[in-house]
């Protein structure tokens, strides 16, 4: 499994670009966002990847940062929505606002993505809703179980609950921890998550 590439921009083009490392080229499909992000052909590169394997081909897909990684595997997990939806809907809104947009329900948003429409839309949202305000990975669970204490005494399940949800999403635990902190920790799970990637996003 390849987790990352790192190495000189080779090419870049709207939704592709080619990581050259020890002189093979690794063309990574990829969204208006990652793109974005990159500087010009022939400076240094570093993206996440996804090797994506199908019966008549293997596409590997590459990410700016291990946020919009998670978004991707979230997305591509739902039935029907395959790499191609999950590129456009990430070109379309960062991962912060899409973990916003899921966890608040709010399906319509994503029909301004190019080939999403109303039904898929709906489908993501309640597909990956449960997922985003309880799915771990890897040591997810024990970390923010750890984490707990730090953000204080009186801290509730939903708290935990939406510490391990934003670490799904690729947040450390550190980070999303001090956000939750100053919340309050009678709200749900659901209000933690939206009111930290809010927090996030508009970096106040």
């Known amino acids: 499994m390849i987790y990352s590439l790192r190495g000189r921009l080779a090419v870049k083009e709207l939704n592709f670009v080619v990581v050259e ?11 208006y966002n990652t793109v974005s992000q ?43 929505v395959g790499p191609k939806a999950a590129i456009s809907i990430l070109s379309d809104v ?31 949202v309640l597909e990956l809703k449960d997922k985003i305000s309880s799915e771990t990975i890897g040591g997810a ?17 939903s708290v935990s609950e939406a510490l391990e949800a934003l670490m799904v999403l690729g947040y450390s635990q550190g980070e999303a921890a001090a956000v939750l902190g100053k919340l309050d920790p009678n709200l749900s799970t659901q209000e933690l998550i939206k009111e930290t990637l809010r927090f996030m996003t508009s970096g106040k």
């Open 21 to 31: 490392c020890g002189g093979v080229g690794y063309g990574c499909r990829t969204s």
């Open 94 to 124: 960062t991962p912060e606002k899409f973990a916003f947009l899921v966890a608040s329900g709010d399906s319509k948003a994503f029909t301004k993505a190019k080939g999403i429409g109303a039904k898929t839309a709906q489908r993501i």
């Open 141 to 157: 669970f024990s970390e923010a179980s750890e984490s707990v204490s730090a953000i204080g005494a009186s801290s509730s399940a």
């Open 38 to 80: 990159l500087s010009e052909i022939g400076s240094e590169a570093m993206l996440y990847t996804h090797l994506y394997i199908r019966e008549d081909a293997a596409e590997l897909f590459g990410f700016a940062s291990q946020q919009e990684l998670s978004c991707f595997r979230l997305l591509i997990s739902v039935s029907g």
